[in-house]
């Protein structure tokens, strides 16, 4: 007598009838077409979900208020005449007037908590409304949903962002009388596509986050205690671990040296740093160098000299590379998180 054969069962969440077939049908059946169907779609859904949010004019108001604020109080304190600075609209961005900062110093401190209301629920926020599996059931794979949330939150920062640049360069257009010049316009366009990428780092540490806490508040707690840690405390660190790795035992010019040196690596971990210096040199033409400068380096240079657009964007492509790099990074590690999450209906 024959022993009696149970029946092969499919997989689950396989479709049905292709456990017997060889592992690449198998994989043609479940990944047909491209990944990518239905991403411009997951955009634009996106962006007018956060357009058209309560949260989202909240924000507005909250950025243009304090950008006009900005805006006048360095016209009120801009009292050189117009010959005197060849790079007076740049002045817009970095003059400050007590209680206002800059309006430079305003988007370093504003930018990163406007990514991360964007991006702290994109993920999260379709489990707990339990719409993911109807979103995921449309021909949507995870990778264009996942893309098309950031995509969407990044492109609507990117849009807010250029319009309080254009509402500054107005207030000067008023406010000055004169046009900027070519300098001018090419180093503010380049302070707002660093800017767009300072902000895309938090946008994707967000989001991150958003994939690994089901809780919506508990990665906005997470992605804000991030900020502050980089903003209040790194500072504080970088400067204490260089004291202990690079202790200064004889008082000689190099120990000092090697100790500024390293507390300047390891403050350039944190992305503000990162942003402020490339808003330093953007913005300050005369800047000539981003590191430590010695006396004797001087010799030679002309001081107050600005230096040419392409020159300072050389030296702070480092700096936007590591921003790139991080968030492209941390959108990775979203992307495996997400992968590897089960849903269901």
Do not use: C
């Amino acid at each position: 007598m024959a022993p009696e054969t149970s029946p092969v069962l499919p997989k689950t969440g396989s479709p049905a009838g292709t456990a017997s077939l060889p592992p690449q049908t198998a994989v043609r059946r479940q990944r047909e077409g491209s990944p990518w169907t239905g991403l411009g779609a997951v955009v634009a859904k996106e962006m007018a979900d956060h357009l058209t949010s309560a949260r989202m004019r909240i924000l507005e108001l909250l950025i243009v208020f304090t950008a006009v604020g900005t805006g006048f109080a360095a016209l009120q304190q801009i009292k050189s005449p117009t010959g005197d600075d060849p790079f007076l609209f740049l002045k817009l961005f970095t003059v400050a007037r007590d209680p206002l900062p800059s309006f430079a110093g305003f988007l370093g401190f504003l930018v990163p908590l406007v990514a991360i209301a964007l991006a702290f629920d994109a993920v999260n926020g379709e489990f707990s409304r339990r719409t993911i599996s109807r979103v995921l059931a449309q021909p949507i794979y995870r990778d264009a949903l996942l893309l098309g949330k950031f995509l969407g939150g990044f492109l609507t920062l990117s849009l807010v962002l250029a319009a309080i640049w254009l509402l500054i360069f107005g207030i000067g257009l008023i406010g000055l009388g004169v046009p900027p010049t070519g300098q001018e316009v090419a180093r503010a366009l380049l302070f707002l596509v660093a800017t767009i990428i300072y902000g895309g780092f938090w946008m994707a540490l967000a989001m991150m986050f958003s994939t690994l806490f089901r809780q919506a508040a508990t990665a906005a707690l997470a992605s804000i205690a991030v900020w502050l840690f980089f903003t209040v405390f790194w500072g504080m660190l970088a400067s204490f671990a260089a004291q202990i790795l690079s202790p200064v035992q004889y008082g000689f010019m190099e120990e000092f040296l090697a100790q500024a040196k390293l507390q300047l690596i390891l403050s350039r971990i944190s992305p503000n740093t990162l942003f402020v210096e490339a808003t330093v040199a953007l913005l300050s033409p005369a800047v000539r160098t981003l590191g430590l400068i010695l006396p004797v380096e001087l010799q030679g240079a002309i001081l107050g000299a600005p230096l040419p657009v392409g020159e300072s964007l050389q030296l702070i492509w480092p700096h936007i590379t590591g921003l790139l790099a991080a968030t492209i990074l941390l959108f990775a590690g979203s992307y495996v998180s997400f992968q590897r999450q089960e849903i269901r209906s």
